[in-house]
């Protein structure tokens, strides 16, 4: 099946899964309103999967569902690109532990006091740090393996944004970073703010795949910037985060970055173009 199908069908997927939240919470008396395998609901409790005896935890295995994707995504589109496989094997572990760094580094920024107060650990990220972060890890592989850094940007684009649904995806299994208590029959409804951004995330990782040929030269991580940007500061209006800075949030803010840095490339281009279409002319 076509690759952009199977993206229109993840889609629907997270569609009916919102769908199925909304009927499954409005419906149900208690506030312990979660399917078996979720903690999503009134009580938000952090829950594990006991395998062979082991806890394991949703969240993380998302991110294990995401190094995977990540790895048959860096396979299937290395050919464009002229890697090989092993190359993308190395790249989509490279991107998952650079990208981790990264969220993890903006997170610690973040929340200083609280990380000087109850230490350092695992848990705890902040995704706009992988946005940032990136490029320069991706810069930093390019240079080690001596290849184009541009085109190996275009190539990582997509792949780091799957790996951003994947764990989005683990936020609403896990209960975290979900959206605003709305009451329903005088009961909270929580909003699932992690399926809206995994439906706005997986559009938009759509267009960066129908507009890949198209734009280039690391152009498609602009596009990917402003889209993620927009996108993401949708989101944030339904979610009930600290939005003391200006009435917005830090994910807002962050947000603001993004799509600022994408007109910048969008004017420096314009004005690129026209300075040769002159050039162009005068010639003649």
Same mark, same amino acid.
């Given at each position: ?117 109850? /230490?350092? =650990? ?8 992988? #946005? $940032?972060? &990136?490029?320069?890890? +991706? ?107 200006? /009435?917005? =949030? ?8 993004? #799509? $600022?840095? &994408?007109?910048?490339? +969008? ?18």
């Amino acid at each position: 099946m076509n690759k952009k199908v199977w993206i229109l069908w993840a889609v629907l997927m997270y569609v009916l899964t919102f769908l199925l939240f909304f009927c499954r919470a409005a419906f149900t008396d208690s506030l312990d309103y979660r399917l078996p395998f979720m903690a999503y609901g009134g009580t938000f409790k952090y829950h594990y999967w006991y395998i062979c005896g082991m806890k394991v935890s949703l969240y993380w295995c998302a991110h294990v569902v995401g190094v995977v994707g990540m790895m048959v995504m860096c396979y299937l589109r290395r050919r464009r690109f002229g890697y090989s496989g092993a190359f993308a094997a190395i790249t989509a572990f490279m991107l998952a532990f650079m990208g981790y760094i990264g969220a993890k580094l903006l997170y610690t920024f973040e929340n200083w006091e609280k990380v000087l107060q109850e /230490g350092f =650990s695992i848990n705890g990220v902040s995704f706009f740090g992988t #946005v $940032f972060f &990136m490029p320069a890890a +991706i810069y930093a592989i390019s240079e080690v393996a001596g290849i184009v850094y541009k085109e190996y940007l275009d190539y990582c684009t997509p792949v780091g944004l799957l790996m951003l649904i994947c764990i989005r995806t683990g936020c609403f299994l896990n209960g975290c970073c979900h959206g605003k208590y709305i009451e329903y029959k005088k009961r909270p409804i929580v909003f699932p703010s992690q399926l809206l951004e995994c439906v706005f995330d997986l559009l938009l990782l759509y267009a960066l795949v129908v507009l890949q040929d198209k734009i280039k030269n690391g152009r498609l991580y602009i596009a990917f910037l402003g889209g993620y940007g927009i996108l993401r500061f949708i989101v944030e209006l339904t979610r009930d985060t600290d939005k003391s800075i200006m /009435g917005m =949030s830090n994910g807002q803010i962050f947000s603001v970055v993004c #799509v $600022f840095v &994408m007109l910048i490339f +969008i004017i420096y281009d314009f004005l690129v173009d026209m300075k040769m279409a002159n050039q162009r002319r005068s010639n003649y």
